[in-house]
């Protein structure tokens, strides 16, 4: 009985692997699969089977940061198809009118959200048109011959998509990109929006499991048959460094004029190409992880890159997850030096 109990013990440490015949039939008959999926199991296996199987109700509210990030979102993606003052883009003399239309529209998504008169619910509101009006007085400064051409570009399964998924091996990506820029000749600048204050590098894309930049880069040349030459996340929450990140072709740099790129995302053609193969290659790996039930307490990136196997600090799942947190201490020392 004892060593049957602790066997027992032994296999309820971690949540997996799955066995279950009928679960991981599921799972290997799955083919759909969106960005965000996937960067959430490269950050942990266990966040994602949490999340997207376990799916827990949470009991507190949304998170500001999140109802102001689809109130900057959905603005955007108003204005842009809108166009307030004529052009594609805000301009030094369409600007005023661009920044006015931004304060219309999160009064008006505000409301069809319900809204109400809180300091808190004002404050969101107000914080997400003074970010508006930075990001569009840096986009009316900008000079570039791409132009906004695509919105809210979605593929995936499903007549509301503008495209069908993508067909990856043996899995089907699905997604909706921002903002695509395009020059008259196809060639394509990929726009990703985040309410944050930091965007990740294309140096660290491994590092943060960051994989929808390059994945949306493949979707535009396969489902719209552009010519991908960038891709770039947006810091709209930014303050000292507004630098848009991600990684872009260094024979387009002219071409895309104005944004202030870092110099590390510069890649020649060979480096731009394997970023992109790259991130296809570890969503595949990703999949059939997912498929076969690889489930377990796998934190950070793979060995040798920085933060393998560090919880992030804002995952909420400690309660039902039980890794191990406590720090090592060394018993051989003193009491009062540890």
Same mark, same amino acid.
């Given at each position: 009985?004892?060593?049957?109990?602790?066997? %027992?013990?032994?296999?309820?440490?971690?949540?997996?692997?799955?066995?279950?015949?009928?679960v991981?039939?599921?799972?290997?008959?799955?083919?759909?699969?969106?960005?965000? +999926?996937?960067e959430?199991?490269d950050?942990?296996?266990?966040?994602?089977?949490?999340?997207?199987e376990?799916?827990?109700?949470? $009991?507190?509210?949304?998170?500001?940061?999140?109802?102001?990030?689809?109130?900057?979102?959905?603005? $955007?993606?108003?204005?842009?198809? !809108?166009?307030?003052?004529?052009?594609? *883009?805000? +301009?030094?003399?369409t600007?005023?009118?661009? /920044?006015?239309?931004?304060a219309?529209?999160?009064?008006?998504?505000?409301?069809?959200?319900?809204?109400? +008169?809180?300091?808190?619910?004002?404050? &969101? /509101?107000?914080?997400?048109?003074r970010?508006?009006?930075?990001?569009l #007085?840096?986009?009316?400064?900008? !000079?570039? =011959?791409?132009?906004?051409?695509?919105?809210?570009?979605?593929?995936?399964?499903?007549?509301?998509?503008?495209?069908?998924?993508?067909?990856?091996?043996?899995?089907?990506?699905?997604?909706?990109? #921002? *903002? &695509?820029?395009r020059?008259?000749?196809?060639?394509?600048?990929?726009?990703?929006? /985040?309410v =944050?204050?930091?965007?990740?590098?294309?140096? /660290?894309f491994?590092?943060?499991?960051?994989?929808?930049?390059?994945l949306?880069?493949? %979707?535009?040349?396969?489902?719209?048959?552009?010519?991908?030459?960038?891709?770039?996340?947006?810091?709209?929450?930014?303050?000292?460094?507004?630098?848009? @990140?991600?990684?872009?072709?260094?024979?387009?740099r002219?071409?895309?004029?104005t944004?202030?790129?870092?110099?590390?995302d510069?890649?020649? @053609?060979?480096?731009?190409?394997?970023?992109?193969?790259?991130?296809?290659a *570890?969503?595949s790996q990703?999949? =059939?992880?997912? *498929?076969?039930?690889? &489930?377990? @307490?796998?934190?950070?990136?793979?060995?040798?890159?920085?933060?393998? #196997?560090?919880?992030?600090?804002?995952?909420?799942?400690?309660? &039902?997850? @039980?890794?191990?947190?406590?720090?090592?201490?060394?018993?051989e020392?003193?009491?009062?030096?540890?």
């Amino acid at each position: 009985q004892l060593r049957s109990a602790a066997a %027992a013990e032994r296999a309820s440490r971690a949540p997996g692997p799955l066995r279950n015949p009928a679960v991981l039939a599921r799972l290997g008959a799955r083919r759909p699969f969106g960005g965000t +999926t996937l960067e959430r199991f490269d950050i942990c296996s266990y966040i994602w089977f949490a999340e997207h199987e376990l799916r827990p109700l949470p $009991l507190d509210p949304v998170p500001d940061g999140l109802v102001q990030g689809s109130l900057v979102h959905d603005a $955007l993606d108003r204005l842009f198809r !809108e166009c307030p003052g004529g052009g594609k *883009r805000p +301009t030094a003399g369409t600007v005023g009118a661009w /920044k006015a239309r931004a304060a219309e529209l999160v009064a008006e998504l505000a409301g069809e959200a319900g809204f109400g +008169t809180s300091p808190q619910e004002r404050a &969101i /509101k107000r914080g997400a048109e003074r970010l508006l009006a930075r990001f569009l #007085d840096e986009e009316a400064g900008r !000079e570039s =011959a791409f132009e906004p051409a695509l919105l809210e570009a979605s593929f995936g399964e499903g007549e509301e998509n503008d495209r069908p998924a993508l067909e990856i091996d043996d899995w089907l990506l699905h997604g909706a990109i #921002d *903002r &695509i820029d395009r020059t008259p000749d196809g060639r394509a600048l990929i726009h990703d929006y /985040k309410v =944050a204050g930091r965007v990740t590098p294309v140096a /660290k894309f491994e590092e943060e499991a960051k994989l929808q930049l390059p994945l949306y880069a493949l %979707a535009a040349e396969e489902q719209w048959g552009l010519t991908p030459v960038g891709a770039v996340y947006h810091p709209l929450r930014g303050t000292s460094t507004r630098a848009p @990140r991600g990684f872009v072709l260094d024979e387009e740099r002219e071409d895309i004029g104005t944004y202030p790129l870092v110099k590390t995302d510069v890649l020649d @053609r060979d480096g731009f190409a394997a970023e992109i193969e790259g991130a296809r290659a *570890r969503a595949s790996q990703i999949v =059939a992880r997912m *498929r076969s039930g690889e &489930i377990t @307490r796998d934190p950070g990136p793979r060995e040798g890159l920085r933060n393998h #196997d560090v919880c992030p600090r804002y995952c909420a799942l400690a309660p &039902i997850c @039980r890794r191990d947190r406590t720090p090592v201490i060394d018993e051989e020392r003193e009491p009062e030096e540890q």
